[in-house]
Nanobody, 120 residues
Framework: QVQLVESGGGWVQAGGSLRLSCAASGRTFSNYAMGWLRQAPGKEREFVAAISRSGGSTYYADSVKGRFTISRDNAKNTVYLQMNSLKPEDTAVYYC?????????????WGQGTQVTVSS
């Protein structure tokens, strides 16, 4: 079992930045690929970014490429999502997720989510 706790969400004006963090516990963090997904009101959950177990490979949705950066610190059991140039359409609940084998939209463990609100 892996427990995931997100933090760092909040309110920001368009063009601003936020950094989300996700602290993991329970199993060996470096055994898991990590992802960030989001769900806006009335919409389905969508993939945002993912990172391999070692951190050597990263993946992004086209909508965030060039603006968001995913990273991890295996010594701190934490994955991050740096979000720059935020847009109102980035408003959503952001979820951290873990999987033993990377699959873009399929994860075994989920955090509770953190709200990100971007005002125009």
């Amino acid at each position: 079992q892996v427990q995931l706790v997100e933090s760092g969400g909040g309110w920001v004006q368009a063009g601003g930045s936020l950094r989300l963090s996700c602290a993991a516990s329970g199993r060996t963090f470096s055994n898991y690929a990590m992802g960030w997904l989001r769900q806006a009101p009335g919409k389905e959950r969508e993939f945002v970014a993912a990172i391999s177990r070692s951190g050597g490979s990263t993946y992004y949705a086209d909508s965030v490429k060039g603006r968001f950066t995913i990273s991890r610190d295996n010594a701190k059991n934490t994955v991050y999502l740096q979000m720059n140039s935020l847009k109102p359409e980035d408003t959503a609940v952001y979820y951290c997720a873990a999987t033993r084998i990377y699959r873009r939209d399929q994860y075994d463990y989920w955090g509770q989510g953190t709200q990100v609100t971007v005002s125009s």
